[in-house]
Protein backbone atom coordinates (compact mmCIF):
# COMPACT_ATOMS: atom_id res chain seq x y z
CA UNK A 1 0.00 0.00 0.00
CA UNK A 2 1.24 3.74 -0.29
CA UNK A 3 2.41 5.16 2.29
CA UNK A 4 0.65 8.94 3.86
CA UNK A 5 2.71 11.50 5.10
CA UNK A 6 1.02 13.94 7.73
CA UNK A 7 2.09 17.27 9.61
CA UNK A 8 1.66 15.83 13.15
CA UNK A 9 -0.75 18.75 14.40
CA UNK A 10 -2.49 21.75 13.29
CA UNK A 11 -4.38 24.95 14.51
CA UNK A 12 -7.52 26.32 13.05
CA UNK A 13 -9.11 29.72 14.24
CA UNK A 14 -12.88 28.75 14.47
CA UNK A 15 -14.67 29.99 11.22
CA UNK A 16 -12.09 29.87 9.20
CA UNK A 17 -10.92 26.76 6.74
CA UNK A 18 -9.15 24.10 7.85
CA UNK A 19 -6.68 22.82 5.31
CA UNK A 20 -4.93 19.54 6.14
CA UNK A 21 -2.37 18.42 3.62
CA UNK A 22 -1.50 14.93 3.04
CA UNK A 23 1.34 13.34 0.89
CA UNK A 24 0.88 10.32 -0.63
CA UNK A 25 3.96 10.36 -3.27
CA UNK A 26 4.10 6.37 -3.84
CA UNK A 27 0.00 6.59 -4.81
CA UNK A 28 -0.42 4.08 -7.87
CA UNK A 29 -3.02 4.16 -10.95
CA UNK A 30 -6.26 2.62 -8.94
CA UNK A 31 -5.20 3.81 -5.15
CA UNK A 32 -7.94 6.34 -3.37
CA UNK A 33 -7.48 8.72 -0.94
CA UNK A 34 -9.31 8.58 1.96
CA UNK A 35 -9.91 10.94 4.89
CA UNK A 36 -11.02 9.34 8.17
CA UNK A 37 -11.31 11.85 11.68
CA UNK A 38 -11.24 10.57 15.24
CA UNK A 39 -12.81 12.74 17.82
CA UNK A 40 -11.47 11.80 21.32
CA UNK A 41 -12.22 8.60 22.24
CA UNK A 42 -15.03 7.86 19.46
CA UNK A 43 -14.55 5.20 16.54
CA UNK A 44 -13.06 7.07 13.91
CA UNK A 45 -15.82 8.59 11.43
CA UNK A 46 -15.79 8.73 7.67
CA UNK A 47 -15.30 11.85 5.48
CA UNK A 48 -14.64 11.99 1.89
CA UNK A 49 -12.48 9.62 -0.61
CA UNK A 50 -11.89 10.37 -4.24
CA UNK A 51 -9.32 8.76 -7.15
CA UNK A 52 -8.40 11.94 -9.46
CA UNK A 53 -11.17 14.24 -9.37
CA UNK A 54 -11.88 16.65 -6.75
CA UNK A 55 -14.58 15.86 -4.01
CA UNK A 56 -17.71 17.34 -1.92
CA UNK A 57 -19.90 16.54 0.21
CA UNK A 58 -21.62 18.36 2.98
CA UNK A 59 -18.46 17.60 5.39
CA UNK A 60 -15.85 18.91 3.26
CA UNK A 61 -13.66 19.06 0.46
CA UNK A 62 -10.88 16.79 -1.31
CA UNK A 63 -8.72 18.46 -3.69
CA UNK A 64 -6.28 15.93 -5.33
CA UNK A 65 -3.69 17.39 -6.93
CA UNK A 66 -3.10 16.56 -10.74
CA UNK A 67 0.16 14.32 -10.01
CA UNK A 68 -2.10 12.60 -7.23
CA UNK A 69 1.01 12.69 -5.44
CA UNK A 70 -0.31 14.77 -2.84
CA UNK A 71 -4.21 15.93 -1.51
CA UNK A 72 -5.75 18.35 1.00
CA UNK A 73 -8.75 18.17 3.28
CA UNK A 74 -10.84 21.43 3.58
CA UNK A 75 -13.05 22.06 6.42
CA UNK A 76 -14.75 25.49 5.27
CA UNK A 77 -15.55 26.76 8.19
CA UNK A 78 -14.40 25.57 11.14
CA UNK A 79 -15.71 24.58 14.17
CA UNK A 80 -14.49 23.41 17.85
CA UNK A 81 -16.80 20.00 17.13
CA UNK A 82 -14.10 19.37 14.34
CA UNK A 83 -11.35 19.42 16.44
CA UNK A 84 -10.27 15.92 15.95
CA UNK A 85 -7.09 13.60 14.72
CA UNK A 86 -7.58 13.51 11.27
CA UNK A 87 -6.07 10.37 8.68
CA UNK A 88 -5.48 9.96 5.32
CA UNK A 89 -5.15 6.85 3.78
CA UNK A 90 -4.26 5.32 0.54
CA UNK A 91 -6.42 2.21 -0.52
CA UNK A 92 -7.03 0.60 -3.77
CA UNK A 93 -10.93 -0.62 -5.04
CA UNK A 94 -10.70 -4.09 -4.30
CA UNK A 95 -8.63 -6.18 -2.10
CA UNK A 96 -7.11 -4.13 0.48
CA UNK A 97 -6.26 -3.20 3.87
CA UNK A 98 -7.28 0.25 5.52
CA UNK A 99 -3.69 0.93 7.52
CA UNK A 100 -4.02 4.13 9.81
CA UNK A 101 -0.74 6.22 10.22
CA UNK A 102 -0.40 9.06 13.20
CA UNK A 103 -3.10 11.50 11.37
CA UNK A 104 -2.91 15.09 11.78
CA UNK A 105 -4.40 16.43 15.22
CA UNK A 106 -6.68 19.53 14.26
CA UNK A 107 -6.98 21.80 17.16
CA UNK A 108 -10.09 24.79 16.92
CA UNK A 109 -9.63 28.05 18.61
CA UNK A 110 -11.98 30.24 19.65
CA UNK B 1 -30.17 0.98 11.67
CA UNK B 2 -26.53 -0.09 10.38
CA UNK B 3 -24.12 -0.82 12.79
CA UNK B 4 -20.81 -2.79 13.85
CA UNK B 5 -21.49 -3.83 17.89
CA UNK B 6 -18.55 -4.42 20.16
CA UNK B 7 -18.79 -6.31 23.41
CA UNK B 8 -18.04 -5.56 26.43
CA UNK B 9 -17.55 -2.40 26.07
CA UNK B 10 -15.01 -2.25 29.43
CA UNK B 11 -13.52 -4.49 30.85
CA UNK B 12 -11.04 -5.15 33.67
CA UNK B 13 -9.18 -8.62 33.41
CA UNK B 14 -6.32 -10.45 35.18
CA UNK B 15 -3.25 -11.45 33.76
CA UNK B 16 -3.61 -15.10 32.07
CA UNK B 17 -7.38 -15.07 31.91
CA UNK B 18 -8.45 -15.69 28.62
CA UNK B 19 -10.81 -13.34 27.12
CA UNK B 20 -13.02 -12.70 23.76
CA UNK B 21 -13.63 -9.54 22.33
CA UNK B 22 -16.91 -10.44 20.26
CA UNK B 23 -17.59 -7.56 17.00
CA UNK B 24 -20.90 -7.76 15.11
CA UNK B 25 -21.83 -5.94 11.79
CA UNK B 26 -25.10 -6.16 10.36
CA UNK B 27 -24.08 -4.83 6.67
CA UNK B 28 -23.22 -8.37 4.92
CA UNK B 29 -19.79 -6.41 4.89
CA UNK B 30 -17.02 -8.16 3.62
CA UNK B 31 -14.10 -6.98 5.19
CA UNK B 32 -13.36 -6.61 8.98
CA UNK B 33 -10.34 -5.22 11.42
CA UNK B 34 -9.48 -5.01 14.96
CA UNK B 35 -7.24 -2.56 15.71
CA UNK B 36 -6.04 -1.28 18.83
CA UNK B 37 -4.91 2.56 20.32
CA UNK B 38 -2.92 3.58 22.67
CA UNK B 39 -1.93 7.19 23.59
CA UNK B 40 0.71 8.60 21.37
CA UNK B 41 0.74 5.60 19.10
CA UNK B 42 -3.02 6.13 17.00
CA UNK B 43 -4.56 3.29 15.67
CA UNK B 44 -2.58 -0.10 15.27
CA UNK B 45 -4.05 -2.74 13.38
CA UNK B 46 -4.48 -6.25 14.87
CA UNK B 47 -5.72 -8.48 12.04
CA UNK B 48 -7.86 -8.03 9.22
CA UNK B 49 -10.36 -10.59 7.10
CA UNK B 50 -11.11 -9.94 3.62
CA UNK B 51 -13.51 -12.55 3.93
CA UNK B 52 -14.98 -15.78 5.56
CA UNK B 53 -11.98 -18.03 6.49
CA UNK B 54 -9.54 -15.27 5.28
CA UNK B 55 -7.48 -13.86 8.29
CA UNK B 56 -4.43 -11.92 7.92
CA UNK B 57 -1.70 -10.33 10.73
CA UNK B 58 -2.02 -6.35 11.08
CA UNK B 59 0.83 -4.85 12.17
CA UNK B 60 1.17 -5.90 15.64
CA UNK B 61 -0.75 -9.44 16.25
CA UNK B 62 1.24 -11.13 19.34
CA UNK B 63 -0.71 -11.83 21.93
CA UNK B 64 -3.99 -12.13 19.87
CA UNK B 65 -6.20 -14.44 17.76
CA UNK B 66 -9.22 -14.24 15.56
CA UNK B 67 -11.55 -16.36 13.17
CA UNK B 68 -14.28 -15.52 10.93
CA UNK B 69 -16.46 -18.12 10.89
CA UNK B 70 -19.41 -16.39 9.72
CA UNK B 71 -19.16 -12.84 7.68
CA UNK B 72 -21.13 -11.12 10.50
CA UNK B 73 -18.52 -12.06 13.29
CA UNK B 74 -15.23 -11.29 13.97
CA UNK B 75 -14.22 -12.07 17.54
CA UNK B 76 -10.60 -10.95 18.94
CA UNK B 77 -9.18 -13.72 21.48
CA UNK B 78 -6.83 -13.10 24.07
CA UNK B 79 -4.88 -16.49 25.08
CA UNK B 80 -3.21 -14.89 28.35
CA UNK B 81 -3.22 -11.70 28.22
CA UNK B 82 -0.81 -9.04 29.63
CA UNK B 83 -0.60 -5.92 30.71
CA UNK B 84 0.99 -4.32 27.77
CA UNK B 85 -2.34 -5.81 26.06
CA UNK B 86 -4.44 -2.72 28.28
CA UNK B 87 -5.63 -0.44 25.50
CA UNK B 88 -8.57 0.70 23.98
CA UNK B 89 -9.73 -1.43 20.97
CA UNK B 90 -11.71 -1.37 17.86
CA UNK B 91 -13.31 -3.47 15.44
CA UNK B 92 -14.41 -1.86 11.98
CA UNK B 93 -15.95 -3.14 9.20
CA UNK B 94 -16.31 -2.09 4.99
CA UNK B 95 -17.55 -3.66 1.95
CA UNK B 96 -14.56 -5.66 0.47
CA UNK B 97 -14.35 -4.26 -3.36
CA UNK B 98 -16.62 -1.13 -5.06
CA UNK B 99 -15.72 2.46 -4.97
CA UNK B 100 -16.82 2.86 -1.22
CA UNK B 101 -14.50 2.49 1.00
CA UNK B 102 -15.88 3.61 3.86
CA UNK B 103 -15.04 2.35 6.88
CA UNK B 104 -17.34 1.90 9.68
CA UNK B 105 -16.31 1.83 13.49
CA UNK B 106 -17.41 0.11 16.54
CA UNK B 107 -17.74 2.30 19.67
CA UNK B 108 -14.60 0.46 20.99
CA UNK B 109 -13.52 -1.63 24.40
CA UNK B 110 -11.48 -0.62 26.68
CA UNK B 111 -9.45 -3.17 28.18
CA UNK B 112 -7.68 -3.30 31.32
CA UNK B 113 -5.36 -6.03 32.28
CA UNK B 114 -4.00 -6.18 35.91
Known amino acids: DAKTTQPPSMDCAEGRAANLPCNHS???????VYWYRQIHSQGPQYIIH???NNETNEMASLIITEDRKSSTLILPHATLRDTAVYYC???????????FGPGTRLSVLP | EAQVTQNPRYLITVTGKKLTVTCSQN?????MSWYRQDPGLGLRQIYY?????VTDKGDVPEGYKVSRKEKRNFPLILESPSPNQTSLYFC???WGGGSSGELFFGEGSRLTVL
Open chain 2, 92 to 94: ASS
Open chain 1, 26 to 32: TISGNEY
Open chain 1, 50 to 52: GLK
Open chain 1, 89 to 99: IVRSNYGQNFV
Open chain 2, 27 to 31: MNHEY
Open chain 2, 49 to 53: SMNVE
